[in-house]
């Protein structure tokens, strides 16, 4: 058995293995290239383009274009009229976009603990949390696994609730045939430059909802009657404001970016299951350690690989398995801290970590494995072994 480097053995990679780097490639530097070169740089016809391209994709009827997927939680909720003396539940499993944006409303974040094989919340738990002062219901389609939406839908419809999904890692993802956008709610998706589709910042809100779809646009840009690009186009100065708006309009160059990057989504998806099936098949073996449940009917987008880990049956901790994987030149990460264990939370509405149990042990035990388009076979060989080398020398 090979000493673990972070024990002064030799690393199992020679160089750092990053956990998450974008897939740029020539195609996106041209293509922003040109936007610089076109005379218009911020919201227009890459902008228009990229919607549509959205939509044929999805199958959903209408694509906003937004500056982050937090601006897009957000705007959908002040448009549902969400806020003061309301509540909203969401999963603490996320990252604090989700629940943060609540706040920003006036309205009250409610936790509802998570499923413990998808990490996706449960819809008894939701069913718990509803009080007549619940409005809205928020799933994260965690990690690129579509969430219970067919139980979340019956539960919206028996207490009349707005759900807006958080699908910030789910581009590319399906459930029962649809893709995640193309369903009953509006679906908000993150192009940070970390997901599966980047446009360095960026998000959308794809909706079946024609009126929802035209406030969106409305409210992204200052509640003008009229963008800067169609002022010009038909030279036209005039203007008026019908609400006072906010901006969080997303530009050109980040349009061209992510219509670039659509064309790949498929591949690279399908890589990333690839990556997912080949660390699956190898850590089943580990009666210590669980591997992400896929349910049936459903495609995944893989954003993440969340592997639990049982640290009772280990000599080492999470965070020293953490250090042990980077001084074998692996990275790796934990998603996430659980929202409701975080300080301002617990300062705020007085939540205890062990206050949603799933969720809180399953932080404890986590440990997100790399997995992107540009890792080679080669970086999954250095990646099982050195988990294999840890999991052997630190085994109880
Ligand atoms: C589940 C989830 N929701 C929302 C967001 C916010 O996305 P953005 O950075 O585009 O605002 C993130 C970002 O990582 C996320 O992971």
């Given at each position: 058995?090979?000493?673990?480097?972070?024990?002064?053995?030799?690393?199992?990679?020679?160089?750092?293995?990053?956990?998450?780097?974008?897939?740029?490639?020539?195609?996106?530097?041209?293509?922003?290239?040109?936007?610089?070169?076109?005379?218009?740089?911020?919201?227009?016809?890459?902008?228009?383009?990229?919607?549509?391209?959205?939509?044929?994709?999805?199958?959903?009827?209408?694509?906003?274009?937004?500056?982050?997927?937090?601006?897009?939680?957000?705007?959908?909720?002040?448009?549902?009229?969400?806020?003061?003396?309301?509540?909203?539940?969401?999963?603490?499993?996320?990252?604090?976009?989700?629940?943060?944006?609540?706040?920003?409303?006036?309205?009250?974040?409610?936790?509802?603990?998570?499923?413990?094989?998808?990490?996706?919340?449960?819809?008894?738990?939701?069913?718990?949390?509803?009080?007549?002062?619940?409005?809205?219901?928020?799933?994260?389609?965690?990690?690129?696994?579509?969430?219970?939406?067919?139980?979340?839908?019956?539960?919206?419809?028996?207490?009349?609730?707005?759900?807006?999904?958080?699908?910030?890692?789910?581009?590319?993802?399906?459930?029962?045939?649809?893709?995640?956008?193309?369903?009953?709610?509006?679906?908000?998706?993150?192009?940070?430059?970390?997901?599966?589709?980047?446009?360095?910042?960026?998000?959308a809100v794809l909706t079946n909802d024609e009126h929802l779809a035209r406030q969106l646009r409305l409210y992204a840009l200052h509640g003008q009657t009229k963008d800067a690009f169609a002022k010009q186009q038909a030279g036209d100065w005039?203007?008026?404001?019908?609400?006072?708006?906010?901006?969080?309009?997303?530009?050109?160059?980040?349009?061209?970016?992510?219509?670039?990057?659509?064309?790949?989504?498929?591949?690279?998806?399908?890589?990333?299951?690839?990556?997912?099936?080949?660390?699956?098949?190898?850590?089943?073996?580990?009666?210590?350690?669980?591997?992400?449940?896929?349910?049936?009917?459903?495609?995944?987008?893989?954003?993440?690989?969340?592997?639990?880990v049982d640290f009772s049956k280990l000599t080492i901790g999470r965070d020293r398995f953490i250090e042990a994987l980077a001084a074998e030149g692996i990275s790796s990460n934990v998603h996430f801290i659980p929202v409701h264990a975080t300080?301002?939370?617990?300062?705020?509405?007085?939540?205890?970590?062990?206050?949603?149990?799933?969720?809180?042990?399953?932080?404890?035990?986590?440990?997100?494995?790399?997995?992107?388009?540009?890792?080679?076979?080669?970086?999954?060989?250095?990646?099982?072994?050195?988990?294999?080398?840890?999991?052997?020398?630190?085994?109880?």
């Amino acid at each position: 058995m090979d000493k673990p480097a972070i024990e002064g053995g030799t690393p199992v990679s020679k160089e750092y293995l990053p956990f998450s780097p974008p897939d740029i490639g020539e195609e996106e530097i041209k293509a922003v290239t040109e936007v610089l070169r076109s005379g218009w740089i911020t919201t227009g016809p890459r902008c228009r383009e990229f919607e549509q391209a959205l939509c044929a994709y999805t199958g959903a009827s209408h694509a906003v274009l937004l500056s982050s997927a937090t601006a897009g939680l957000f705007l959908c909720l002040k448009l549902y009229d969400i806020g003061e003396g309301d509540e909203v539940i969401t999963t603490p499993y996320t990252f604090a976009a989700t629940a943060n944006v609540i706040i920003h409303t006036g309205a009250r974040p409610v936790f509802a603990d998570i499923n413990e094989d998808t990490f996706n919340i449960s819809p008894s738990q939701i069913e718990k949390r509803i009080t007549p002062r619940t409005k809205a219901v928020i799933p994260v389609h965690y990690g690129g696994h579509p969430a219970s939406m067919v139980e979340i839908h019956e539960i919206a419809e028996e207490y009349d609730l707005i759900v807006i999904e958080d699908a910030a890692h789910a581009i590319g993802a399906s459930l029962r045939g649809n893709k995640i956008g193309n369903g009953f709610n509006p679906a908000v998706f993150s192009f940070h430059a970390v997901k599966n589709l980047t446009t360095a910042e960026g998000g959308a809100v794809l909706t079946n909802d024609e009126h929802l779809a035209r406030q969106l646009r409305l409210y992204a840009l200052h509640g003008q009657t009229k963008d800067a690009f169609a002022k010009q186009q038909a030279g036209d100065w005039q203007y008026d404001i019908s609400v006072p708006g906010y901006k969080f309009n997303m530009t050109d160059l980040q349009a061209a970016i992510g219509l670039e990057q659509l064309k790949k989504l498929e591949r690279n998806n399908k890589r990333r299951e690839s990556i997912a099936k080949r660390y699956t098949s190898h850590l089943v073996q580990y009666d210590f350690a669980t591997t992400p449940a896929v349910h049936e009917h459903i495609v995944h987008a893989w954003h993440l690989y969340p592997l639990r880990v049982d640290f009772s049956k280990l000599t080492i901790g999470r965070d020293r398995f953490i250090e042990a994987l980077a001084a074998e030149g692996i990275s790796s990460n934990v998603h996430f801290i659980p929202v409701h264990a975080t300080t301002h939370y617990r300062m705020t509405y007085g939540y205890e970590p062990f206050d949603f149990p799933v969720a809180y042990n399953s932080f404890l035990r986590e440990v997100s494995l790399p997995i992107y388009p540009g890792l080679s076979d080669r970086d999954i060989d250095h990646v099982l072994g050195a988990l294999t080398n840890l999991f052997d020398y630190y085994k109880k």
